[in-house]
């Protein structure tokens, strides 16, 4: 009977522990979400979570919203979408699955309102002691639709994934497939895949903690290495770049990049297509390069080119300058 009593009571205590556990990693949720909130609005955005939600008593810690919108008063962008759900297992809380509803609507400055639909979009994420470690977002079979113009684009795949590596550096890939884009006024279609991986030098103290790519280089410039940037159009065209970067604070940016090239016309053409008020400049850069390169038996070309404070070099003849971007 004492052994009966004592287990039970060992059992109580358990339970009581695990539940006051509980409430405290849920009470950590949400002051962490507060906290996100308020980082943000110093930035000038806004992050809302219609009717949060958190449960998953006993073993799991669930965060639910109806939707979600957010809003930032700098860049003009603001992003409404439908049900947000979470999930961590209580005992690994920095272990983190999110799944997202569509369809959500998209505005920009430059480009003005989009719909944007998808058959599913979910990410993971893990945090440690020193910010988020990894991240990684998947989505399938998107839908965009422009509201001002009656184009049409839509995206088999999309790819998203970071992570800390050394002590303080980020690696990051990005993957579009068979991304189309059809033209109401011509009725062109372009399709094709983006690829690209790079490693951002000593910002993940800061990457991880909210502050994008783009902020850290406004505050301190950036160094890194771009292991590739492939774009692989169907129409035959590619363009391959890789190499080291840097990109200061006033937005003057230095690299010396490989570049291999498919079926440079095409791709010209493809450039053009995205750019025509730029058409000049491509028709010149590519001149540039038929002129550097010769093709080899696989109709590749490579060149090594040369970014010094945004002026693009093939050796030592300038052929052009990037505008500035920051």
């Known amino acids: 009977m004492k052994r009966t009593i004592f287990l039970?009571?060992?059992?109580?205590?358990?339970?009581?522990?695990?539940?006051?556990?509980?409430?405290?990693?849920?009470?950590?949720?949400?002051?962490?979400?507060?906290?996100a909130k308020e980082r943000l609005a110093e930035r000038g955005?806004?992050?809302?979570?219609?009717?949060?939600?958190?449960?998953?008593?006993?073993?799991?810690?669930?965060?639910?919203?109806?939707?979600?919108?957010?809003?930032?008063?700098?860049?003009?962008?603001?992003?409404?979408?439908?049900?947000?759900?979470?999930?961590?297992?209580?005992y690994q809380p920095g272990k983190v699955v999110i799944e997202l509803d569509s369809p959500a609507a998209?505005?920009?400055?430059?480009?003005?309102?989009?719909?944007?639909?998808?058959?599913?979009?979910?990410?993971?994420?893990?945090?440690?002691?020193?910010?988020?470690?990894?991240?990684?977002?998947?989505?399938?079979?998107?839908?965009?639709t422009p509201l001002q113009d009656p184009s049409r684009i839509t995206m088999e795949t999309f790819e998203y994934h970071d992570r800390l590596?050394?002590?303080?550096?980020?690696?990051?890939?990005?993957?579009?497939?068979?991304?189309?884009?059809t033209s109401a006024a011509s009725l062109d279609l372009i399709d094709f895949d983006l690829r690209t991986e790079a490693t951002f030098k000593?910002?993940?103290?800061?990457?991880?903690?909210?502050?994008n790519l783009m902020d850290i280089i406004r505050q301190t410039g950036m160094q890194g290495d771009l292991q590739r940037l492939q774009i692989a159009a169907e129409n035959g065209a590619q363009i391959k770049l890789s190499g080291p970067f840097d990109a200061s604070k006033d937005g003057l940016l230095n690299a010396k990049l490989k570049v291999e090239v498919t079926d440079l016309d095409a791709l010209l053409r493809l450039m053009i297509f995205f750019n025509p008020a730029h058409e000049r400049?491509?028709?010149e850069g590519g001149k540039a390069i038929k002129l550097f390169a010769r093709p080899d038996a696989n109709g590749v070309r490579s060149v090594d080119l040369t970014i010094q404070d945004n002026v693009l070099k093939l050796g030592f003849v300038p052929i052009g300058r990037i505008p500035f971007w920051l």
Not at 69 to 81: C, D, P, R, V, W
Not at 165 to 181: F, S
Not at 202 to 211: A, E, M, T
Request: proline fraction near 1%.
């Open 8 to 35: 039970l009571s060992v059992m109580v205590i358990l339970i009581a522990g695990w539940s006051a556990a509980w409430f405290f990693i849920e009470g950590k949720v949400l002051e962490a979400t507060d906290n």
């Open 45 to 90: 955005q806004t992050f809302d979570c219609a009717d949060q939600t958190t449960g998953g008593y006993p073993f799991r810690i669930n965060f639910n919203c109806s939707a979600l919108s957010y809003e930032n008063t700098q860049s003009g962008l603001s992003i409404e979408t439908g049900e947000l759900r979470s999930a961590a297992q209580a």
């Open 106 to 144: 998209v505005e920009t400055i430059a480009s003005g309102r989009f719909k944007v639909d998808w058959e599913s979009l979910r990410g993971s994420m893990k945090v440690g002691l020193s910010g988020r470690e990894r991240t990684s977002v998947v989505g399938r079979d998107f839908n965009i």
């Open 165 to 181: 590596t050394g002590e303080n550096d980020v690696d990051v890939a990005l993957a579009l497939i068979d991304l189309k884009e």
């Open 202 to 211: 000593n910002v993940h103290d800061r990457f991880s903690r909210g502050r």
């Open 281 to 283: 400049a491509i028709t």
